[in-house]
């Protein structure tokens, strides 16, 4: 297909340079910034634009990867012609598109994305989205030519999903920076837990995780937890969520039938 | 080494396996459960014994992996004559095996283990502590020999690395199973997730946690996130954790330095 991106950010980048070596063309690359515009052009062979005026109608797909926020008022300076208009947000429903373009979809590939991290679309789950059956034909083959399994859901299906993605990812990496934080205290290198990250994550892959739940909190395990929560005297808020996970597992793990 | 095993759990047994394969002797393992004692005895090459008492004390080093609060009831039943006596707990002090033994240590794998679970020692980093030179240099040797790159460091510090465990496994395992809790109610399978948590792990292996952190806590799209909220209206105790979680998220990387 004929493809412009409206928008260069992390996700726009990646799944740019994994249509372009799945055979696409790319047209032009829009960006109010326009280093990161042209980065993205230039590694797709397109057109870099800052006005989102500037972007031609002759596309075949546009595909729209901004802000939440910032997409109405860009996609209002945008004619698409005949083209399809997709967004690829969690968040946002089929129907924000509505006033932009006929032909609209939504293109979800659930991942974390890094505009300098290499990700590989074939482990990646795509959410797809159209009122119109031959664009939901068309972002099926565009993930099937990712290599990537694609799933067909609603928007409201697509909202949980993204908020069960903040748990999972966002929230996970908080997580992370809080052990990161507690380490540096001691002097300890964040370097001794990435072992345990990994495994932790691992161990999901083939468990149900609350099957493979373990720690204090368990068998809510007072006097081991009354020394964390000591240590963190100093960290009121760190110390409110200790108390809360460690509720939460307790409960969750004794309703769980093993 | 001559080795006696005070435990049959998860721990016991992935280290058990690993020392013997590395060419350490065992001699006797302990579990008041029957078929546990039997099951890693015979795995061992050892004798299964159900009571404490039934220790020879003949062994050169005795491994005490005891949930903290079993250890002191156990251990004053177990005579380890010259032997060396450590325990592997995160959370307990170098000093609670003083009463029992004159040779005492610490050994303690910092990684999340399962009984049926292989794990590769040459990635897990083992933190040791005793008051005895020779003790500590057994100790090291010990790691060394299973591969683990080993840290000396005091009781202190080893229970703030436990503290700082807990947040990047135990709760982020929780974090993982209220995501898949949330897919199910949507009839979403768990496996969507699984790209996202691997690559979440895999991000902080070369990056620290907190320079990677996305999602809309960080900039505290509040569209986004009231809509996530409201799709917590029957989860209060997640609700809650959303938005402690968010607004940590915001305040923490407000103060990165990018």
Request: net charge neutral; glycine share 4%.
């Amino acid at each position: 297909m004929r493809i412009s991106l409206i928008g260069a950010g992390n996700l726009a980048t990646r799944l740019g340079i994994a249509l372009k070596k799945a055979g696409h063309e790319f047209v032009q690359v829009y960006s109010r910034t326009e280093a990161s515009a042209q980065v993205l052009a230039d590694l797709l062979g397109a057109e870099a634009v800052v006005q989102p005026n500037f972007l031609h109608k002759d596309a075949s797909l546009y595909i729209c990867a901004l802000k939440d926020d910032a997409l109405p008022e860009i996609l209002k300076k945008v004619e698409v012609g005949n083209g399809i208009l997709v967004h690829t947000a969690g968040s946002l429903p089929l129907e924000v598109l509505k006033p932009f373009a006929a032909k609209t979809g939504v293109f979800y590939p659930l991942q974390t994305f890094s505009k300098e991290r290499e990700v590989d679309f074939n482990t990646i789950p795509v959410f797809v989205e159209s009122s119109d059956k031959v664009v939901l034909y068309i972002l099926k083959q565009l993930a099937a030519d990712l290599g990537s399994e694609v799933y067909e859901i609603n928007s409201e299906q697509r909202l949980k999903l993204h908020l069960s993605a903040v748990f999972a990812c966002n929230f996970t990496n908080y997580l992370y920076t809080i052990s990161s934080d507690l380490l540096a205290e001691q002097n300890l290198p964040f370097e001794v837990l990435k072992p345990l990250i990994l495994e932790t994550a691992a161990k999901v892959q083939s468990n149900v995780p609350v099957s493979v739940q373990t720690g204090p909190a368990v068998r809510f395990d007072k006097a081991v937890m009354d020394k964390h929560l000591a240590l963190l005297e100093k960290h009121p808020a760190w110390k409110a969520l200790y108390k809360e996970l460690s509720l939460g597992i307790h409960q969750r793990t004794k309703t769980h039938q093993k």
